[in-house]
């Protein structure tokens, strides 16, 4: 869990280290209550049903309680569910096979949406710093301070934490039953928007030649990219939704362009993973492991399918549809130093100025009466 590096691949005898950047994003599943012992009332020993209900139950509470940090308490419970479940189906009963159906839940939003929070603190914690710490550095100061602590790049890092928060949103969205195609489009839009104003920060500034901030820029760009996919995918889902030739043109432009922004972001990501330091690709989860299969399919299938209104249009094909442009949501978290304790005032340090001039005065007297 967490973040680990791998070193692997060698060319003939020259030996090659090549860094892998993994991050974990938990996927904690639960089972749903069922009604087993309806389910295998004389299939099964009724002892025997009315345990395995038991700790299902159990596993369920314990998880949804604590979030999946009781992390001995489940596996206690999952080996004995595991072990009376394998049991249960090793037996040859012809009986059993199909009447129950394990249905689990993913038990992982609360999880998500702390993230969410986590990036919004991390981009205020970046403007702070370059609000109330750099504008106090003096220029000489300034200039020699590492690359990673120029204002450009904590001011892209802070655009950058926006645009990744928005985009677990997106994938938050696309979870849920609830929310609406439209809902989808404007966060993958704001998530572009977001990513632009990180890429135009960091790409006007002198430490992106070389380092770290080369990497970094190749990073957003590629994010860019996939953003800018699942915004032209959701903006063709809502123009389809029309009833006009146009609208389904103007939507089949879209779907295609999805899926070409979505093979120059693959692209993008291997020119990210090669840039100094060599790290390796990794591999698609959230929002886009989802719509990497979607978008060929639906540009495909809307394509066969209105081919016909294409052919008559050759002039939209050639005008991509524009983004509509939303208002963004995320803002960084206000951050503020502590007050200042008392001890330390200003006032206070007057007091403890004069009781060291009146020590200095007292010791000065003292070594004069000595000499006389």
Same mark, same amino acid.
């Given at each position: 869990?967490?973040?680990?590096?791998?070193?692997?691949?060698?060319?003939?005898?020259?030996?090659?280290?090549?860094?892998?950047?993994?991050?974990? %994003?938990?996927?904690?599943?639960?089972?749903?209550?069922?009604?087993?012992?309806?389910?295998?009332?004389?299939?099964?020993?009724?002892?025997?049903?009315?345990?395995?209900?038991?700790?299902?139950?159990?596993?369920?509470?314990?998880?949804?309680?604590?979030?999946?940090?009781?992390?001995?308490?489940?596996?206690?419970?999952?080996?004995?569910?595991?072990?009376?479940?394998?049991?249960?189906?090793?037996?040859?009963?012809?009986?059993?096979?199909?009447?129950?159906?394990?249905?689990?839940?993913?038990?992982?939003?609360?999880?998500?949406?702390?993230?969410?929070?986590?990036?919004?603190?991390?981009?205020?914690?970046?403007?702070?710093?370059?609000?109330?710490?750099?504008?106090?550095?003096?220029?000489?100061?300034?200039?020699?301070?590492?690359?990673?602590?120029?204002?450009?790049?904590?001011?892209?890092?802070?655009?950058?934490?926006?645009?990744?928060?928005?985009?677990?949103?997106?994938?938050?969205?696309?979870?849920?039953?609830?929310?609406?195609?439209?809902?989808?489009?404007?966060?993958?839009?704001?998530?572009?928007?977001?990513?632009?104003?990180?890429?135009?920060?960091?790409?006007?500034?002198?430490?992106?030649?070389?380092?770290?901030?080369?990497?970094?820029?190749?990073?957003?760009?590629?994010?860019?990219?996939?953003?800018?996919?699942?915004?032209?995918?959701?903006?063709?889902?809502?123009?389809?939704?029309?009833?006009?030739?146009?609208?389904? %043109?103007?939507?089949?432009?879209?779907?295609?362009?999805?899926?070409?922004?979505?093979?120059?972001?693959?692209?993008?990501?291997?020119?990210?993973?090669?840039?100094?330091?060599?790290?390796?690709?990794?591999?698609?989860?959230?929002?886009?492991?989802?719509?990497?299969?979607?978008?060929?399919?639906?540009?495909?299938?809307?394509?066969?399918?209105?081919?016909?209104?294409?052919?008559?249009?050759?002039?939209?094909?050639?005008?991509?549809?524009?983004?509509?442009?939303?208002?963004?949501?995320?803002?960084?978290?206000?951050?503020?130093?502590?007050?200042?304790?008392?001890?330390?005032?200003?006032?206070?340090?007057?007091?403890?100025?004069?009781?060291?001039?009146?020590?200095?005065?007292?010791?000065?007297?003292?070594?004069?009466?000595?000499?006389?």
């Amino acid at each position: 869990m967490g973040c680990a590096t791998s070193v692997y691949a060698s060319v003939g005898k020259k030996k090659r280290n090549v860094q892998e950047s993994v991050v974990f %994003v938990l996927q904690l599943r639960v089972p749903v209550q069922s009604d087993l012992q309806r389910q295998l009332k004389g299939v099964a020993p009724k002892t025997t049903v009315e345990r395995l209900a038991c700790l299902r139950n159990q596993i369920q509470l314990v998880a949804e309680d604590t979030g999946g940090s009781a992390i001995s308490e489940l596996r206690t419970a999952l080996e004995e569910y595991l072990s009376l479940l394998t049991g249960l189906i090793k037996k040859k009963n012809d009986g059993m096979e199909g009447c129950v159906e394990f249905k689990w839940k993913t038990l992982g939003d609360d999880c998500r949406r702390d993230a969410v929070d986590l990036l919004l603190k991390a981009s205020g914690y970046l403007e702070f710093c370059i609000r109330e710490i750099l504008t106090r550095f003096p220029p000489d100061i300034k200039s020699k301070l590492p690359d990673d602590m120029q204002e450009s790049v904590l001011q892209t890092l802070s655009i950058q934490a926006l645009g990744q928060g928005t985009e677990i949103q997106l994938g938050l969205a696309v979870d849920s039953q609830k929310a609406t195609l439209s809902v989808k489009r404007r966060l993958a839009c704001e998530q572009v928007i977001y990513f632009s104003q990180a890429y135009q920060c960091l790409s006007g500034c002198d430490v992106v030649s070389h380092g770290c901030a080369k990497k970094l820029l190749r990073f957003i760009y590629w994010k860019f990219l996939e953003a800018k996919a699942a915004a032209y995918y959701y903006h063709g889902l809502v123009t389809d939704k029309g009833n006009e030739p146009a609208c389904h %043109v103007s939507a089949v432009c879209c779907f295609l362009a999805a899926a070409e922004l979505l093979a120059e972001s693959k692209k993008a990501c291997f020119s990210f993973c090669l840039a100094p330091p060599v790290t390796r690709a990794p591999p698609m989860w959230g929002v886009m492991k989802h719509l990497s299969q979607k978008i060929p399919e639906v540009a495909f299938r809307k394509s066969q399918t209105y081919g016909y209104l294409l052919e008559e249009e050759e002039k939209a094909m050639q005008c991509l549809p524009e983004l509509p442009d939303f208002q963004l949501s995320l803002r960084p978290e206000e951050f503020e130093l502590p007050e200042i304790e008392a001890g330390s005032s200003e006032g206070n340090q007057t007091h403890l100025l004069s009781e060291h001039l009146e020590d200095y005065s007292d010791n000065h007297d003292d070594d004069e009466d000595n000499d006389h």
